[in-house]
């Protein structure tokens, strides 16, 4: 089970919960000193809904109930543990960007490697492993992502194929079989290229991974292995900083948990993509 912090999950789900739920979940983060003791129905009234959509937000976020909320919010403060990612301010000078980008970096990397599911990620290795081919699957953003997966795996002489083009990508996918894999990567879940892609992958019997962000979401929904990431990129949302690290995160985890279990047998091909790297850096440069 996923050991992410509560404070953190509730502030990921906000923009994804029903009104009703996003109105308590905003009052917990808002008051979370006073949750842990306070009963379920008072709760309910302050927030004016009920306590079935209480223990709804509780289950949205992956918790039993509301006794579990309680005691895992209230873990949170007594470790001072809440690794919440903090604004940047506009206002403020070169040393505190570099402070904020810093500490967000951070937090996203913690929060991920937090709430990566072992079990999930087994199956993950298991597929990469067994797998004739792996195919990546990325648009704007999330391309970059595919792209360094695709380097990583080609070092292990995995046969490896990154499309970043939305055209491309419905190509490549038609072209798989049973025996292949395609990973999927979007932060958000929702890009309709890439969901469009997914189902011709499903179609054409290939297994299939999405990378996206915790939560619900209609890709990870519909993959046979789901991995996310937590990252909150508050007002540059649009550029995708602490995000592209969770993601970056979870392809160096896959990668080296494959390489580490096979490291006898993928040895030579790191090895001759050393050299091959060393000689081409000497034959540019003549």
């Known amino acids: 089970m996923s050991t992410l912090r509560c404070l953190v999950r509730l502030r990921e789900s906000l923009d994804r919960l029903p009104k009703s739920e996003q109105r308590i979940a905003e009052y917990i983060l808002a008051n979370s000193a006073d949750i842990p003791g306070m009963p379920i129905s008072e709760l309910a009234q302050i927030c004016g809904?009920?306590?079935?959509t209480v223990v709804r937000l509780c289950k949205s976020i992956d918790y039993s109930g509301y006794k579990e909320l309680c005691m895992m919010l209230h873990a949170d403060l007594s470790s001072d543990s809440a690794d919440l990612p903090n604004e940047i301010d506009t206002n403020g000078g070169l040393n505190e960007v570099i402070t904020r980008v810093r500490d967000n970096n951070i937090s996203a990397i913690r929060n991920t490697v937090d709430m990566l599911d072992n079990e999930a990620l087994v199956k993950a290795v298991d597929l990469l492993e067994s797998c004739s081919r792996v195919d990546f699957y990325g648009v704007g953003n999330s391309g970059f992502i595919a792209l360094d997966a695709q380097n990583?795996?080609?070092r292990i002489g995995k046969l490896s194929v990154a499309q970043t083009d939305p055209h491309l990508q419905i190509l490549s996918?038609?072209?798989l079989h049973i025996g292949?894999?395609?990973?999927?990567?979007s932060y958000t879940g929702e890009t309709e290229?890439?969901?469009e892609t997914l189902t011709v992958?499903?179609?054409a019997g290939a297994a299939t991974m999405s990378i996206t962000r915790y939560g619900p979401n209609t890709l990870a929904d519909a993959v046979d292995v789901r991995l996310s990431v937590m990252s909150d990129e508050g007002f540059i949302r649009s550029g995708a900083m602490a995000s592209r690290i969770g993601l970056l995160t979870v392809i160096d985890i896959l990668f080296s948990a494959l390489t580490t279990r096979n490291y006898s047998d993928y040895k030579p091909y790191l090895d001759r993509t050393i050299d091959a790297a060393r000689l081409k850096k000497h034959t540019g440069h003549k």
């Open 49 to 52: 809904t009920s306590k079935t």
């Open 152 to 154: 990583k795996f080609m």
């Open 173 to 175: 996918a038609s072209s």
């Open 180 to 185: 292949d894999l395609a990973i999927f990567i």
């Open 193 to 195: 290229d890439i969901l």
């Open 201 to 203: 992958a499903k179609k």
